[in-house]
Structures are given as C-alpha cells and as structure tokens.
C-alpha cells in the first residue's frame, strides 16, 4: 500500500515539475546570446532595471515600516476594535494590483478628487505614483506576515528581562530585534518580489518612468517580442527565486517552540493613543480609494458633472463586461474547486505518507511560489502555444492554479501536520479504510482550512492580472483584465466599476465562506 | 518450548533504521489473560516492541506467533489486537458514542449489533453521561476511557497501550490504574503495557519485562525482579529507584506521624 502511494508521490512531484519547470525551460531555450547582449546594453532596460530596483526598494521598505507598524499596534496595545482594524487593512488585498494604481490617479491624479480638494500639486505620474501605489498594493501583505509573527511571540522572555531589571531599548535590542531578525528578511523578500514583479500600478501610474514587468507586458501584448519577453521574466526570476530560497532556509527554525505565553500587556495612555490615531489613519488610506471607485462609478463624469448615473454600468455591459465577468466566475469557481481538491490530495500526500520520497513532493509543490505570474504566463504561451487547451478558459484556470498552488497547498500542509499523527495507526487496526478514515475524520476536522484554501484560489483567480494577462484572448479574457483595457483609453469610471465589482463579489464570497 | 498458557510467542526480533540497530534479538512469550508490562528509559525500543506486535511496522528479522500462528506480516487489523495510544487518537469531530461506534459500523461482522455493543461498554466505563461529548469537552481520564472503550468494542484478545497515563494527573491515574484491572479481570483480555514509570509497573502487572537500549534484562514478576534482578541495570533502574521514592515517602509519612 506504502509503495503505491510513494509512486502516487513521484507521479504528483513529476506533474509540478512538468507544469512549472517545463514552460519555463521552454522560455529560457527562445534565449539567444545576440538578443540577450542585445537586450542587456539597451538603455531602456537598463533604466528600466534601475527603476524597478529603486523604486521597488523604497516601497518595499515604507510598506513594512507602515506594515509592521499596523502589526505592532494590534498586538502589543490594548486598543479596541482589532477585527474591525485587520479586516478593513485586508480589504486592498482583494482587489488587483491595477486598481490601486488607478484609485490613486482618481483620487491624486491632475484632475483627482484630493488634488482639487486640497490644490495638491503632486508629480503622481512617475516614480512618486509607483511608490504610493506599490506601498497600497503591498501594505496589507505587509501586515499580515508582521501580525502573524508579532502574534505568536512568547511573551516569557520579556516577563523575565522585566524581573532583571533590562530596560525597555535593550529589551528590543536583545530579544525582539533577534526573534524578528530570520523573518524580517523572509518578509523583505517577499514584499520586494512581490512589488518588483507587478505590472499593475507602474502601468497605470508610471507615466513615462518604465519598470521591467511593464517593459515585458508592452513588448509581449504590444510588440510580440516574446524573446525580449522572455530575457525580461528570466530577470524578473532572480529576486523571485532568491526570495523563495531564503524563505526555505528560514522557515527551517520558524517554529522551533509551539508553547507560547501571551502578552499581559497593562494600560499606556501613549501607546493607545498613538495606536489609535496610526490605526485610524491608515484605515481612511485603505478606505478612500475603495470609497471613490464606488462613488466614481456612479457620477456622470467627474469633475464636471456630478449627477447620478448607472451609465458606466451599462457602457461595461455593451463591451461585454456580463461575458468577461462569467469568464471570471468559471475560472475562479473552477481553480477554487480542482484547486482545493488538488492542494488537499497533495498536502495529505506529503504530510501524512512519511516516505523518501515525500519531500520531493513538498519541494515540486512549492516551487510555484517562485514564479512571478507575468513570469508563468509568459512561459505557458511558449510552452502551449499550438496545443488543444491554448485559447481556451481551460488554459487560465490551469495556469491560474499552478500560479496560486502553493499558498493553499502550504495552509493545508501545515494543518494536517497538527493533525493526531496516529489516527491512520488507529484506522488500520480498527479496520477502517484510508479513504473512510479521511472522508470521515480528517477532512471534517481540516474543513476550516479547506474553506480558506477554496476563497484564497477564488479571490485570487478573481483579480489576477498577472499570468491570464498573455493567455486570455476576447472570447476567454477575464473582467480583471477589463481595467487595463479602460486604463488604456482613460475610462476611469468604467475602472472604478470593475473594480468595484471585484471587490464586491471577493468580499461577498469570503464573508460567506468564512462566516463561521 | 512452547506453553500451552501462550497467546503470543516473540522469536528472534530484530529491528533497525537505516543503519540504527533499534531492536537486538528480542524473545519473550506472553500468557493468556496476563497484565506483562514493558519497562524501560525513554528510547529503548519499547513502542517499536508495541508497534511491531500491532502490525505498524515490520521486523528485518524474527517472529510473532499468535495462538500458534505465525502473524509477523498479517495486517494490523485481522491480528485481533487493539491499541491505546499515549494521545489517545480519537476522532475530534465525532461524539465519544460515535467514536465506539464508528469502525463497529463499517464492519458487517458487528454493524447489526452496534449500538448495543457501544451502549454496554459507555455503562462499563462509566461513560454513558458523556455519551454526546466530543473529545474536546471530556477530561483526560474520559478522553482514555473512550480510548479503550473503542478499543474493546472490536473486541480483542491482546490489548496494547502505549504510555496511556503519562499525560494525566496522580488521581486520575491512580483511579484509571484501578479500573484497568478490573476490566481485564471482566473481559479476560491479554495486556501489554508500556511505561517508564517504575511504580506503575509493579502496581499493575503479573509480569514486567526490563529493556534498555534494544535488549531485555529481565522478564519476571514484581518480587523476583525485587529479590532476584538479573543485573546491575536491573538492580540500578528498578530496584533502586524504587527504594529512593519508598525512602523519601516513608520519611514524609513518618515526619507526619511524629507530629
């Protein structure tokens, strides 16, 4: 039984291996030496790296210094409402990365509300607009990772520095600064990545100022360069892969303690009050752009006339909005259901069957977490290109769950693990079946994190922008990609409409998928 | 030889990891109806013991005969063995009834009776007031009762445990330890009890087998281990540790009769 399921293991680590390694040796074989030294003295990819760099590096930095700050007021400050406070500073990640870049130019751009309000006169269109926007984009990420590591702190070190005597900056200097040292650069990382690979908000804010991921997307959607494409996203594979290599290293002592002792943390007028007023803030920064894709949805045209309308609404329905939207709908339900079934079978596979071959899963598994979605999507046109599912929606809800795999695979993972590892032990005596053992037993007891998987494939099959962008073709395109196309031609209330719409149907499905 | 009292033969045993030797040549019989328990430090090789005689790993080399035949490959749940883990492994999601009930159901041989077979054992093990309580609301004490209530519904000759009451109070234990042995006075079922716990061993078995690093010292009863231990290890881990807690508690209560 043992030896069938450890080929089951080879099989399933074979398949990632072909899904995420093949596309891209596919990309890296369209790689030729000319091109590449072509590609490398250019001066626009030269600016373009130095753009990407910088300004990637400032918004990594502000996000996690705002991030961490948010982390840092809900879990050392007596304040109230931190439901409330997570939930609106998670919001922005419901929505594409695109969106922030035009909420900003709505409410800060040359005619944008704040700017006619308050006779702001911000050179938005460039680096500063990429910064504000990445820092939007990647502040609730930002957060969370932060919350998640200040959460499980164990507050005993700190009770006893308190005992000795330590006072508080060397408390800091030599108990916190070492506990955050491994995941700080694992956060780091991961933010910079995640910024440094995203088209979105340099597309639509950039102005002339051009980053690698927008340099790709134009020379591929615009010229059809797809080896100048490829020498791109084999560029953009470099902090992605170091960032995940990293992560690998660190997670290895990440949960060297699972007994913690929680924070008794007594009044300070000083530190609420500071927590209030940098939690309240950041909340109207979160909120006003959601705030004005509704209200810009709905006027006329703004500055000039504000009556109510629901002509966006209509205008997105003659362009076949209702279609792209159903596109979405397939897409997301269907990743969110072969997605979740697969990660479970996969993570059950490597969590629960201990043989030789079970890291290889693991590792085959999480290898997408190293690929940037423009990245993906670029290698699967090369590698697909002429086959049956090309064109098709089957093709971005394959390339969707490979691009998202690895975050429910890891949820799912990491529950099973916590699971009584001796139940399968008990199953076997008692005469029970592996597969009734698992319908009956475990997947009741793991249904919280099978309803997290299902909404994180769903939300993010919703709003990506990233690996459907080179796939999706006018009978196949999902809504998301709706705002480039409006962005484009400068409807920016048929922006704020999709993207309200997202929104919407993301906050919709995730309440009620996790109401309980 | 092999003596008709019986049930389980273990012959030549061996056992390794990679290149580990866990267990070294292991022999040892159990009688029918016998409380034997299987004493040792942590790592000895004891759980492999357990786990190799369940049927959840097999041997590089050796024999367990059970009732004469040979079971050292039979699968673990047509061996007529049952097992309590030290965390118990109850299904978190169902009742402490449904735990009972649940491999009762999926079996034709007892699905008719099923439901009388759980109601029986729930009054046996004084459980029947906590029948429609998942395992999260019941105690550590209910938690093993449920344990072994689902482990004699499929009803067994042998039955294992695997450090079941390192994890509970002294009450609690002391009670449990009490209700073990009038279940296996009631149900005539075989024993076999792991523990590191000296005290333990001696209040509850006929018989305690001695293990350090993969090897039995000695397999005896309480008061030949006492009077006659085989070696200096044996006198080391079992007789003297036993005196040190017998010397301080004799102290304690003599210093509270001289008050």
Not at chain 2, 117 to 126: A, R, T
Request: hydrophobic fraction near 50%; aromatic fraction near 10%.
């Amino acid at each position: 039984m043992k030896s069938k399921l450890n080929w089951i293991q080879v099989v399933l680590g074979c398949f990632f291996l072909f899904a995420v390694i093949g596309p891209l040796l596919t990309m890296f074989l369209t790689i030729d030496i000319p091109h590449l030294t072509a590609i490398f003295s250019n001066k626009a990819f030269k600016a373009a790296t130095y753009n990407s760099v910088v300004y990637s590096g400032i918004s990594a930095v502000l996000s996690i210094v705002l991030g961490g700050t948010a982390a840092w007021c809900l879990t050392r400050s007596r304040v109230k409402f931190k439901s409330f406070f997570i939930l609106i500073l998670t919001i922005p990640m419901l929505i594409p990365s695109i969106s922030h870049g035009t909420g900003l130019v709505i409410l800060l751009g040359a005619n944008g509300i704040l700017t006619n309000l308050l006779g702001l006169k911000l050179p938005l269109y460039g680096g500063l607009g990429i910064i504000l926007g990445s820092i939007m984009y990647s502040l609730p990420v930002a957060f969370l990772m932060f919350y998640d590591i200040l959460k499980y702190e164990d507050a005993l070190p700190y009770d006893m520095a308190e005992i000795l005597g330590v006072n508080k900056l060397r408390q800091f200097k030599d108990l916190t600064l070492p506990y955050l040292y491994k995941p700080l650069i694992s956060i780091i990382f991961a933010i910079f990545t995640l910024i440094v690979t995203d088209y979105g908000v340099p597309l639509t804010i950039g102005g002339h100022v051009k980053t690698l991921p927008v340099m790709m997307y134009e020379d591929v959607i615009g010229l059809l360069d797809f080896v100048k494409g490829s020498v791109i996203g084999t560029f953009l594979l470099l902090p992605a892969v170091v960032a995940f290599v990293i992560d690998l290293l660190n997670k290895g002592n990440a949960n060297a303690s699972y007994v913690r002792t929680p924070f008794r943390l007594n009044k300070s007028f000083a530190r609420e009050c500071f927590s209030y007023l940098y939690l309240g803030l950041i909340t109207i920064i979160v909120l006003l752009p959601l705030v004005t894709f509704a209200f810009l949805s709905f006027v006329k045209k703004y500055p000039m006339d504000l009556s109510f309308t629901t002509y966006h609404i209509h205008r997105l329905i003659e362009m076949e909005g209702l279609v792209y939207l159903g596109n979405s709908f397939i897409i997301a339900i269907s990743v969110a259901v072969i997605g979740t079934l697969g990660a479970f079978v996969t993570a059950y596979l490597s969590a629960r069957i201990q043989t030789k071959t079970s890291y290889f899963l693991h590792l085959m598994t999480i290898t997408s977490l190293a690929i940037p979605g423009l990245v993906l999507g670029l290698s699967y046109v090369l590698f697909f290109n002429g086959t049956l599912i090309y064109g098709t929606l089957a093709m971005l809800i394959l390339v969707n769950i490979v691009h998202f795999f690895a975050s429910p695979y890891l949820i799912m993972y990491n529950t099973l693990n916590k699971v009584n590892r001796n139940l399968e032990d008990i199953g076997m005596i008692l005469g029970i079946s592996r597969f009734n053992l698992i319908t009956h037993v475990i997947i009741p007891q793991v249904a919280p994190s099978l309803k997290e998987m299902a909404v994180y494939l769903f939300v993010n099959s919703m709003m990506t922008i990233s690996a459907v962008s080179f796939l999706s073709n006018v009978a196949t395109k999902p809504i998301a990609l709706m705002i480039t196309q409006f962005e484009a031609i400068m409807m920016l209330e048929c922006t704020a409409v999709v993207s309200l719409i997202i929104l919407g149907v993301n906050i919709v499905v995730r309440t009620i998928a996790l109401r309980n | 030889m092999n003596d008709s009292q019986d049930i389980l033969e273990i012959k030549n045993l061996f056992y390794s990891v990679e290149q580990k030797q866990i267990l070294n040549d292991i022999n040892f019989t159990v009688q029918n109806g016998e409380f034997l328990s299987i004493l040792g430090p942590s790592g000895c090789g004891k759980t492999t013991i357990l786990r190799l005689l369940i049927g959840l790993l097999q041997p590089d080399s050796g024999q367990i005969i059970k009732n004469g035949q040979d079971i050292t490959f039979t699968h673990p749940s047509k061996r007529g063995m049952g097992i309590v883990f030290q965390n118990y492994a109850l299904f978190e999601n169902m009742t402490a009834f449904e735990n009972i009930e649940y491999a009762l159901k999926l079996n034709p041989k007892f699905k008719a009776r099923s439901k009388d077979i759980v109601n029986e054992l729930l009054i046996q093990m004084n459980l029947m007031e906590h029948a429609d309580k998942k395992p999260v609301n019941l105690s550590g004490g209910q938690q093993q009762r449920v344990a072994i209530a689902r482990t004699l519904a499929i009803n067994p000759d042998i039955i294992l445990f695997d450090e079941p009451m390192s994890a509970l109070d002294v009450e609690t234990r002391l009670v449990l330890r009490k209700e073990l042995k009038d279940l296996q006075h009631k149900y005539k079922n075989t024993m076999i009890y792991i523990t590191h716990d000296q005290e333990e061993a001696f209040a509850m078995s006929d018989r305690i087998m001695v293990m350090s690093e993969g090897k039995i010292h000695q397999i005896d009863t309480p008061e030949n281990l006492i009077t006659h231990p085989a070696d200096d290890y044996v006198k080391q881990f079992v007789v003297h540790n036993l005196r040190v807690k017998m010397d301080s508690l004799l102290k304690h209560l003599g210093g509270m009769y001289e008050k």
